[in-house]
Each structure stands twice: as C-alpha cells, then as structure tokens.
C-alpha cells in the first residue's frame, strides 16, 4: 500500500533533501542533500528508521500538509510552530497524522532548516542516487502549493510517539576548522586575527554558502592574482576577491577560484548553516589529528542516536512544565553530546 | 606533524589534506603549463593503479585529489602511499598522451552570446576576431570537471589570454555560456554565477542528469570550439538537441 503527503501551501524554502549525493565530485556534482543531516539522523531515531530518509526540508518557513494514509511524522532542526488541526504539537518528535487532519508548521523560531519526514518514506523516482533537490545544479525544484508526493506506507503506524533533545546548533557560537590547502596563502597575522573576529550570519546565505559579515578589515590572501581554480568543499572559509569570507554549504560548486581560509569540520557545520540571521559566529582552528578524532567520535555516535528518542508519555501540550523541563535536561544531554 | 610528513615528497609537489576523506597532491598554485600537463599525467597514472584504500581520484587544473574511507584507511599511511607515486618522476617534464576523443563544437563568440568579448579584447590588447581565432585554433585539453557538474575547465590559451577573474561576480551567464580568465575557459552546462568574463555561447549541453551517461566529457578529452555566427547560435539553441551540432571525433 502506497500514500500520498499532499501540500496545501509551501513557504518559499521547500525541498525534497536526503543525504545527497556524497560521491559524484569527480563529475563535479557537490553532495548537496540535507542541510543539517543531523536533523534526518533525528528524524529516522524518532521513527524507528535504520538509516535516514528522504525529508521535506523548510527554509525559515514551513507550509501545511495532509496525508491520505494514517502517516507518522517527525519534525527535527529548527525548531518551528507546529499544529495537527488546532493542536499544538511538540518539535523534535514523532506524531501521527490522520487522514482529514491537517500539519500546519509555522516560521522557525530558532535555527533556519527545519525538517517534516514521513515514516514511509518519500516515494519519488531517485536521480543520480538521491531524492535531493540540487538548484544550483538543475536537480528537482522547490515544492509548491498542490503537490503531492509518494509516500511509502509507515511501517509502524501504531508505535508511540517518541521526542528526543537535540544536539544545540541553532544559536551560531563557535566553530572549529582545520587547515586546508590554501591556508598558507594567508598570512599568520590574517589567520590570527581571523581567529579573533566575531562574525554575523549575513542575510546572504542560501544552501550555497553563508556570508559572513564584520567590521573588520577583509581577510585577503597574499597571493591571490592568477590563482588556479581548485577542488572546494562544503565547510571551505572562502574569501572572495574583496576579502569577505563565506562558509560553503551543501550545495557549493566543487571547484572555485577564491583562497580558502580552511575547512569547518563536519561535526560542526550544521551549526553555521542552521544560524539564523544576525547570528554570532566565531572560528577556532584546530589540528587535524583532533578533527579526525571528532569526526570518528561524531560518525559513532550517530550510529547510537536512537537510543536518545524516549516515548512521549503525555500529550506534551497538556503538560506546563514540559518545556522548563526538557530546558534542564537539554543542557546535560547538550553536553554529553559534544564529546 | 604534517609538515615533518612532507619530507618524502621533493617539490615541485605538494601533498596537502582536503577535507575529512581527501589528499590533494598540489604541483602549483596558478595554472602554469608543466603543472596542468603533470597533474594530467598523475591522474591517468592514478586512475590505473590508484594506492591501496583511495575510493576516487580526480583532476583539476594543477592538482590531483584521492578520495578515501576514512573509517577504513589511516589517514597518514595513504599520505606515504601517495608520496610513492610522485617519486622517480621529473614533474616538470610531464607529456600528457595525445587525447583520444577530440570533440568539436560551435560557439557563436562576441553580441549577445559573448557580452565580456570587448573587455577581453580591451584587456589583452587583443582584436575581438584575433581573441576569436585564438580561441578556436587552439586544441583545448579537458583539463577538469567542476564547479558545477558537467562543467569543463579547459585550456591552456595562449600567454595573451592569461586574464585574472573580475573581482564582482556575475551574477548570472547562461547555460552553454563559455567563460574565460587565467588562459582557460569554461563552458557552463547550466545558469551559474561566475567571476570569469563571457565570451561566447554553445547549444551543447555538459550536463544530462536524466541521460545514460550524465556527462559526456571526460577529463582528458580535446575540444575544438568551432566559431558560428550568432543566428546560426540562435537556430542551434532553438533546436534544443543536446549535442547542440558537436561532433566526437575518436582517435585510436
């Protein structure tokens, strides 16, 4: 048995986004996929999923949804306003929508992508080994109002409702990068001083890249005149010709012309691309023996992410204290999460 | 530690971490023609016996990148094995093998189709139809695939062609638009913004996402750009045929 999610309204940020496309650089195709994979990893947690699915992903703004099979949903990232029918319901959980119900999800109230997944999966065709939506290379399109996407059937539609506290990452803070090829174009007084510098999530940033704005003098590089184009890489701290830096997100090109500063780690990209506008970031360099250990820490405890979803026992909006509550534990849980 | 590690290595190159999962084996920071023709030579040498544990290995201008499985192979002893590669070679005197497809395609240069052709002229002190010439007599390597997919970097131009980008971005050519700065050109398969100055335009399309083989270049392969007139491009574009006139000429 199939199922349809059809889409009453979309706001202007909505795609189809799963993992990407993680190995099709060499026909210079960038991963693309999930903004902030974290909140799939989340999401399939919440479901009971093996390995994350496709989502529909929500930049700034969600849309309203119905299904015409009996679905559960998780909503993971930015945290959003959301309503089942006149219910407000809780972010970064699992809920089952009927038939006849309507999912209203608002703007983000934290972060920038939030993330709707159906437990069954969306049904439509792959291309190039991915559901994902990649605009900047003529992939897919935004959703719009009226369409309607293949759903797989939920597995599960009877499990309970599960809510897990997720990773904090939609306040901007500090980020950590390693060197990357073209670092040494910089001169120490420029990487130091790029050290110092607090940034602010620009309102130029897309799934492309974020800009990153300051007082400061620009960041040049000492060479920068007949630079030859090379390989980038989402997470790359690249200066454009005036020196203004931009973190590269999912759907960079592969290869560019601009000096990179460095590369953000993995573990702590998603917190660039969630920060919402006006945001605060700085940038911390660490070796690459100790982003390696990250990484590896991060991929493992991915695996064990599901152990983190806990039923939800009560319907949470009847519960008062709900909120002070998961704050406190949000903090602890918070912490083991970063190592 | 990574400083000690490039001991092995004698320059001219460099053997430089990308990423999570990449070494990039760098032979020069601006497009000189022994390191393009070198990082052609260790890409062909590569693809045929790539180190133990690299999942991908791949082209650009003056370098070559190893993609690898982090969880699967240290990041160190790859580094070693890559080292290996380079030794014994004289870099600077690296011939790429003649290609074996050479494709030919026409491009309407200058007008509407190549809006940047009078700034490239003005730039090099070059005439539009000398600058037009050059480009088309000059047998163009692919030398890598990137920025976007199916997107070709090729060259090298002429020492007289050798432009720097704008330093603002262009914030839109159009698909097929061909491009140039720093002696190479690209053609771009789909609307992009680009720091490089449009000097021409084709109907063949880099990037089929829906065809059996997505991109039809490959590095390695040379191209003839062939000049047409502006409504022959028209005609071309209005055809909507993919191919867009070119023609692969295989050689053996």
Request: negative net charge; contains cysteine; aromatic residues 6%.
């Amino acid at each position: 048995m199939t199922a349809a999610l059809l889409i009453r309204s979309a706001g202007p940020g909505v795609s189809i986004q799963d993992t990407g496309r993680p190995d099709m650089a060499h026909i210079g195709l960038s991963r693309g996929g999930a903004a902030d994979p974290l909140a799939l990893h989340e999401a399939a947690a919440l479901l009971g999923l093996r390995a994350p699915s496709a989502a529909i992903e929500m930049a700034g703004m969600g849309g309203t949804f119905e299904v015409d099979a009996p679905m559960r949903i998780a909503l993971t990232g930015a945290p959003m306003r959301a309503r089942i029918d006149q219910r407000d319901i809780r972010w970064n959980a699992s809920h089952l929508l009927e038939p006849g119900q309507r999912l209203t999800i608002g703007a983000a109230e934290g972060g920038t992508y939030g993330y709707l997944t159906p437990a069954g999966g969306i049904a439509t065709t792959p291309l190039l080994g991915s559901r994902s939506a990649h605009l900047t290379a003529g992939l897919g399109a935004l959703l719009k109002d009226g369409d309607r996407l293949p759903l797989g059937a939920d597995p599960a539609p009877e499990a309970p409702a599960m809510g897990l506290i997720p990773e904090a990452r939609f306040t901007g803070g500090t980020i950590r990068f390693i060197e990357g090829p073209q670092t040494g174009l910089f001169s120490p007084e420029t990487l130091a001083r790029f050290e110092e510098t607090e940034f602010t999530r620009s309102a130029t940033a897309n799934r492309q890249g974020v800009r990153l704005e300051t007082e400061a003098p620009p960041f040049a590089a000492e060479v920068t005149s007949g630079l030859s184009s090379d390989f980038i890489l989402e997470g790359d701290l690249q200066m454009t010709g005036d020196g203004q830096p931009y973190v590269l997100l999912a759907e960079c090109q592969t290869i560019g012309g601009y000096p990179r500063i460095g590369t953000v780690i993995g573990p702590d990209l998603a917190r660039v691309a969630q920060a919402p506008l006006g945001a605060q970031l700085r940038f911390q360099r660490i070796g690459i023996e100790e982003a390696d250990r990250l990484a590896a820490t991060y991929a493992a405890r991915l695996k064990t992410l599901r152990r983190a979803a806990k039923p939800l026992v009560r319907d949470p909006a009847s519960i008062p204290d709900l909120l002070a509550y998961t704050l406190i534990s949000g903090v602890t849980a918070g912490r083991e999460l970063e190592e | 530690m990574f400083d000690d590690a490039n001991a092995p290595t004698r320059p001219p190159a460099e053997i430089l971490p990308l990423g999570r999962d990449g070494w990039l084996v760098r032979f020069a920071l601006t497009a000189a023609p022994w390191a393009t023709a070198a990082a052609q030579v260790l890409n062909d040498r590569a693809q045929a016996d790539p180190p133990e544990g690299v999942l991908r290995v791949m082209p650009s201008l003056t370098s070559v990148l190893f993609r690898y499985d982090p969880e699967a192979t240290d990041r160190i002893a790859l580094r070693a094995r890559i080292a290996r590669l380079l030794e014994g070679h004289d870099w600077r005197e690296a011939r790429p093998e003649p290609a074996a497809r050479v494709w030919h395609i026409p491009v309407a240069f200058g007008g509407a189709h190549g809006p940047d052709l009078a700034e490239v002229s003005q730039l090099s002190g070059l005439t539009a139809e000398t600058v037009i010439r050059t480009i088309a007599e000059t047998p163009l390597r692919v030398l890598a695939i990137g920025f976007a997919p199916g997107q070709p970097y090729l060259g090298l131009l002429p020492q007289a062609l050798d432009l720097p980008r704008m330093s603002a971005i262009n914030p839109q050519v159009p698909r097929g638009a061909i491009a140039l700065a720093v002696r190479q050109l690209a053609l771009f398969p789909n609307p992009s913004p680009t720091g490089w100055r449009q000097v021409g335009r084709c109907a063949f399309r880099a990037f089929r996402p829906e065809a059996e083989t997505p991109v039809p270049l490959r590095a390695g392969d040379e191209l003839r750009l062939v000049p047409v007139s502006g409504a022959q491009m028209d005609s071309l574009l209005a055809a909507n045929d993919p191919e867009g006139g070119a023609r692969c000429e295989i050689r053996s």
